[in-house]
Each structure stands twice: as structure tokens, then as C-alpha cells.
């Protein structure tokens, strides 16, 4: 399987458990509970897979920043976490920094 499509599998897998994290209240709620383990279990299994094609800095690199936007954007629709303009920026900011990593920079491996 594309490097690529696993390390957007992997971001989307720890979204979702960062999501019913919240919804786990604590691990006091056994549906939320299962979702979480099972998105982390999925989320590091295709980030172990993913590493043996993309290098670990950029790895690391696209699956926290992008997954900090993503489980931001989550919690606005979800759970109405509000994002004041500071926050709008700095993701912007962060995508930014994602692009630059891949598109420019030598330590990216396509």
C-alpha cells in the first residue's frame, strides 16, 4: 500500500480516538473506551508501516501537524470548541510548515 495513503489512514485513526477521548469520560464509558484503544492501535500500526518508506522526522512531521488541525477542527464541530483568530492562524501557519516540509525541503522522501 502507498506510504502515503497508510500515514493518512493513521491520521484519520488517531482523530477519531482523540475524539471519543473525550467522549470516554475518563474511561467510564466502554463504547468511547473501545474507539479510543482501537484508533491508537490502528493509528501506530500504520505509522510503524509507514516508517519503513518515509523517514521519521518528516513522518512525525505531517502525522502531528496535521493531526493537530484535524482534531481542532473536530472539536469546533463536535464538542463547539471555539478558535479565536490566533488559532485560525496558527494552524494556517502549521499546514504551511507541512507543504514547506514536503515540497521543499531535501529531507523529504518522494
Aim: with cysteine; aromatic share 10%.
Amino acid at each position: 500500500m502507498n506510504p502515503w495513503l497508510l500515514l493518512a489512514l493513521a491520521i484519520v485513526a488517531e482523530v477519531v480516538g482523540t475524539s471519543a477521548l473525550k467522549a470516554s469520560d475518563g474511561f467510564t464509558r466502554l463504547l468511547p473506551s473501545v474507539v479510543v484503544v482501537v484508533g491508537y492501535v490502528v493509528s501506530f500500526y500504520c505509522l510503524s508501516l509507514v516508517l519503513r518508506h518515509i523517514p521519521v522526522g518528516i513522518t512525525y512531521a505531517v502525522w502531528s501537524g496535521l493531526g493537530i488541525v484535524l482534531i481542532t477542527l473536530t472539536a469546533f464541530v463536535l464538542y463547539g470548541q471555539r478558535i479565536d483568530l490566533a488559532g485560525w492562524i496558527g494552524m494556517g501557519l502549521i499546514i504551511a510548515g507541512v507543504l514547506v516540509l514536503n515540497l521543499f525541503s531535501r529531507a523529504s522522501a518522494h
